[in-house]
């Protein structure tokens, strides 16, 4: 290959040189025939490398593959949780599809980017190729640092023959947690009686949450069921649990929810008391028209319960308690079942300690739940009134005259009978 002398060229031959120097003498040296082959060489090499270049740019960016890539597109995107609580550590992933339908497309790397979400697995940065119409997921570990808003991460895809793909999409940090509202409880509780409570857990985030438990706990109490598992909660939705309180002393419980948005444990409670006060629709019975009577030392003393509330008093039953001591025939009175406004009479007997100037009479009744409610009513044995032994035994000569004539008109009956047959 002969390269056209310059000028000076010329002038160093005519003036007889035998050397030149080239612009690349300071490379290749300033003799004559060396340096000639060396620039030779390097101008080549030059050209050629100029010439891969140029075709290596015109295949990777070529119009087809920039078509191609403009064929490749997010064709789903989801995020586990779909709302973050701040601090909450969740996965987007990103479904990417080949939409031509005879081109495989190049891939370099894939990211995702925002300043409010942490990225903690990396990026995919090995290269790979996407056959046509085929679809692949890119997953990110991530966690939301920063407050309640809306935000715009951006996924990243970067094409080997053409420029990237960024897309931008929104998640939401929500740190609203659920709610706890008692529905429905007694107007008052009482020692040693059951009664129901009814909690609603609301959930009023914009996705669901998961594996959800309910559980209540208290001192001197007894609690059925006292943990519950609720399971999934739809956002926007609430459930009803309801729990049975028997308490022992006024106490308070501790009412609790855990739950999980995604795999993020969170949890919300409240309290409840549980006081002591009067039930103002029980059964209330109420002794009235009492009479006592007194003989030979043992007490006899009537009267009538009425049902002063407004619940049924089931299996009402009236004893004494001590100092008195129950005695035959009516140690215990069971009157029944006493409806609101309803009435039944009673008798009981007793003994008392000489001295003893009044004696409780207990009433006692069964609630709807069969828990046992008792009341106390003192009776002043000083109005008690004297009555001779009715109930001494009595004579026998009547009795034994009866037997005599029954036996001697039995002897004639037969006497007679038997001179008949003769």
Request: net charge negative; hydrophobic share 35%; with cysteine.
């Amino acid at each position: 290959m002969e390269f056209p002398e310059t000028p000076s060229i010329r002038r160093a031959r005519a003036a007889g040189q035998a050397a030149y120097r080239s612009p690349f003498t300071p490379l290749f040296g300033a003799h004559s025939l060396k340096g000639r082959e060396h620039y030779r060489i390097f101008f080549c090499a030059f050209v050629l490398c100029l010439a891969l270049f140029a075709g290596a740019a015109e295949a990777e960016m070529s119009p087809a593959s920039i078509v191609a890539a403009g064929n490749v597109y997010v064709s789903n995107i989801s995020y586990d949780p779909a709302t973050f609580f701040t601090g909450d550590t969740g996965t987007v992933t990103y479904t990417v599809t080949n939409g031509n339908s005879n081109t495989t497309v190049g891939i370099n790397h894939a990211t995702f980017s925002d300043t409010s979400f942490q990225l903690v697995s990396g990026s995919y940065d090995s290269s790979s190729t996407l056959g046509p119409l085929q679809s692949r997921k890119y997953i990110f570990s991530i966690v939301a640092n920063a407050n309640d808003g809306t935000y715009y991460p951006t996924f990243s895809l970067s094409f080997r023959d053409a420029d990237n793909l960024n897309y931008r999409d929104t998640v939401k940090i929500d740190n609203t947690p659920l709610i706890l509202t008692v529905q429905d409880k007694p107007d008052a509780f009482t020692k040693g009686k059951k009664d129901t409570v009814t909690v609603q857990i609301a959930n009023p985030r914009q996705s669901d949450v998961k594996n959800v438990i309910f559980s209540v706990a208290g001192a001197n109490v007894t609690l059925t069921p006292s943990d519950m598992f609720v399971g999934n909660l739809t956002a926007g939705t609430s459930q009803l649990v309801n729990f049975s309180v028997t308490p022992d002393t006024p106490t308070s419980l501790a009412v609790n929810v855990d739950y999980d948005n995604g795999d993020n444990h969170h949890s919300v409670g409240m309290a409840l008391p549980v006081p002591f006060t009067t039930d103002k629709q029980q059964a209330y019975p109420v002794i009235s028209n009492v009479d006592i009577k007194n003989t030979a030392g043992t007490y006899h003393v009537t009267g009538d319960i009425t049902n002063a509330g407004l619940l049924t008093a089931n299996g009402v039953t009236v004893t004494s308690l001590a100092p008195a001591e129950p005695q035959d025939p009516y140690q215990t009175y069971v009157i029944g079942a006493l409806k609101p406004d309803d009435f039944g009479s009673f008798e009981i007997s007793f003994t008392a300690p000489k001295g003893t100037g009044s004696v409780p009479i207990q009433v006692s009744y069964k609630d709807k739940d069969g828990n046992v409610i008792v009341s106390e009513q003192p009776v002043d044995l000083g109005d008690a009134v004297l009555t001779k032994d009715t109930d001494s035994q009595p004579s026998l000569l009547p009795i034994v005259a009866v037997i005599l004539i029954i036996a001697l008109a039995c002897g004639g009956y037969l006497y007679m009978r038997k001179r008949k047959n003769q």
